[in-house]
């Protein structure tokens, strides 16, 4: 049943997408193209600029839409008249958020390595080349500085990334969700929801600064100091645990709300 | 909805078609009655109903069923004459009550039947 | 004649103004059941709330001895009272969708029943007219093979040809082993289709009757009978 859902949301949020893919690769070659007849001309200059421009524009627009379409995607096929019928599907709530989130962030991973590709295309040439020798050498200094610890970092690093993707999409969905309990307005509840979490967070960093003034942080900087890639894991590691328990809250928000107080109009 | 009427059980009315239906010969070629659902269908009523209809009948000697095949109407159909004339005479009786109510006897609603059908 | 669903002091309050009020019911299988009531008489909650759409108040429902969950939507097939279907979608996509997430949905049924009516697989749910996204609707829940069907206001609003094409889809859909829960306000319509009725008012089950011996007790129609109960 799982992997029904998984295919049908796939179709659901990559119908959508595969057209942006395709205008980034479009833009690929348009670039690429107009390269073609490099001048130094006025009119080329003006042309190749605004067209870099409209390029890095069109990327970052490209990189936010699998979030856009993935939010949108969770209310309207929850909470839309779709919701009939998603909700009378014999599937439990836990699959149907799972689910959604999963697909959503393998949406935008494929986007962001579509939006490589697409870089690399566009700038292929000696750039390229010059580019990938210092990313190899980079690669080579950070193996021999941090030895066996270098491919644990790319791991935390790249689970933390992804973990603070899904916390991100979490947190919108545990908006919507709180959003529907409103009787008026379901938008203007789930936008206030938002601002909520926003000022939530703001206080409690804040409360971190009051509390950390008061703390004397010598003897753990000199530990710090002492033992360099311990504290690099820990603070990774850290972040990874202080990033799962809020995305388990903002889970666990959507969660109790849809299987206890699911209302839909 | 067609030619039936709400006021009454349907059950009942649904025996009284059927009845006029074999004796009729409508079912003759082939004794066999169409599937519960279709008749239900048909007649745009329960199928519980037309069920309970059919095992009436089949009490009462019209119609027999043969497992997995359906309803089949019986090759002597005295019966279902028999039961069609009990079903008139009920509803004579029923109608000369109702007239003797209007001040009626039975002799003269036959008179007056006869009067004013000629007319 | 089993057992199919139970319902357990149902109450359904929004704010202080209750949805439903205690209402407590068995009703068994092989049964074609009307629930009837006036507009806003809590029909559209009771139905919400036996497919999981709504989460009681208090009290609670049971359907073969389950309460609403992934187990009792693969058994219950529901026509929601207005067109749920996502616009993007072609009538044989949402076929096979239906398909892939009902054990007991036959595509084969399906489409012949899609094919009586002159529609194309290929076309885009969008582009059906109103009458046609209703059947299509109709036609999905009703090639399940469910144990129980819930109908929420199949006949409001359609002209008295697809009325007629509704009640008779139910009738050659219907299996004695299955039951259908028909909610309604246009009883005249579909009273000689029911075995049963539920009459609602202001939340509470005023009336569970056979309609067979309304009209043999009674002497007259679900409908007069109705107007009676109901009268204001």
């Known amino acids: 049943m799982v992997k029904k859902l998984f295919k049908h949301e796939i179709h659901a949020l990559w119908r959508l997408m595969i057209p942006i893919w395709c205008v980034l690769f479009g833009m690929s070659i348009l670039g690429r193209f107009i390269q073609l007849f490099e001048q130094e001309t006025m009119a080329y200059n003006i042309i190749s600029g605004s067209a870099v421009f409209f390029y890095v524009v069109a990327l970052l627009a490209c990189i936010v839409c699998p979030f856009v379409f993935a939010i949108t995607r ?192 | 909805m067609r030619n039936l009427d709400k006021n009454r059980p349907v059950c009942p009315q649904i025996c009284e078609l059927l009845c006029v239906d074999i004796v009729n ?55 279902a004459r028999e039961v069609l004339q009990e079903l008139r005479i009920e509803k004579i009786r029923e109608f000369f009550a109702v007239m003797e109510s209007l001040g009626l006897s039975p002799e003269e609603t036959c008179e007056f039947v006869k009067e004013w059908y000629h007319e | 004649m089993s057992e199919l669903l139970r319902c357990e002091n149902l109450t359904k309050q929004y704010g202080k103004t209750a949805a439903l009020n205690n209402i407590s019911f068995t009703l068994e299988s092989g049964k074609i059941v009307g629930l009837l009531g006036p507009n806003g008489s809590g029909k559209t909650t009771f139905i919400k709330i036996l497919n999981g759409l709504l989460t009681p108040t208090s009290g609670a429902v049971y359907i073969e001895g389950e309460r609403p969950g992934p187990s009792t939507k693969a058994k219950v097939a529901y026509l929601p009272d207005n067109v749920y279907l996502n616009a993007w979608m072609t009538v044989e996509q949402i076929v096979a969708y239906f398909a892939d997430f009902y054990a007991d949905f036959s595509t084969e049924r399906a489409f012949e029943m899609l094919n009586r009516l002159g529609i194309s697989p290929k076309q885009k749910l969008k582009a059906l007219s109103k009458g046609n996204k209703e059947k299509v609707c109709l036609i999905l829940v009703m090639s399940r093979q469910a144990k129980l069907y819930v109908l929420d206001e199949p006949i409001a609003g359609v002209d008295p040809a697809a009325r007629d094409y509704v009640i008779s889809t139910i009738i050659n859909n219907y299996n004695p082993e299955a039951s259908v829960l028909i909610s309604t306000h246009l009883i005249s319509d579909i009273e000689q289709v029911l075995d049963e009725v539920l009459f609602i008012r202001d939340g509470h089950l005023v009336l569970k009757k056979s309609v067979e011996d309304i009209r043999a007790e009674e002497g007259k129609s679900v409908d007069e009978l109705f107007r009676e109960v109901f009268k204001w």
């Open chain 1, 74 to 265: 969770f209310h309207r096929n929850l909470f839309s008249g779709e919701g009939y019928l998603t909700f009378t599907l014999p599937i439990n709530t836990n699959q149907h958020i799972l689910v959604k989130l999963v697909v959503a962030l393998i949406t935008e991973l494929v986007t962001l390595v579509a939006a490589v590709v697409s870089v690399i295309l566009v700038t292929f040439g000696e750039l390229t080349v010059e580019i990938g020798k210092a990313i190899w050498y980079l690669f080579k200094l950070s193996v021999r500085e941090w030895g066996a610890h270098m491919p644990f970092y790319l791991v935390e690093a790249v689970i933390g990334a992804i973990l603070l993707l899904a916390v991100e999409t979490l947190l919108f969905y545990a908006c919507i969700c709180i959003g529907q309990q409103s009787k008026k307005n379901r938008t203007l509840a789930a936008v206030g929801a938002y601002f909520g979490f926003y000022a939530i967070q703001q206080a409690i960093g804040t409360m971190f600064l009051l509390v950390g003034a008061e703390i004397d942080w010598k003897p753990l900087a000199a530990w710090a100091v002492e033992h360099p890639f311990a504290t690099v894991h820990l603070s990774l590691c850290g972040g990874i645990v202080l990033a799962a328990l809020v995305g388990g809250l903002f889970y666990y928000i959507s969660h109790r709300l849809i299987s206890r107080r699911l209302n839909l109009e």
């Open chain 2, 25 to 79: 010969g409508v079912y003759d070629a082939e004794r066999r009655l169409p599937a519960v659902r279709e008749l239900a269908a048909g007649w745009g009523v329960n199928p519980n109903t037309v069920q309970k209809a059919l095992d009436t009948l089949e009490e009462q000697g019209l119609l027999h069923s043969v497992r997995g095949s359906g309803w089949y109407v019986r090759e002597d159909i005295s019966r």
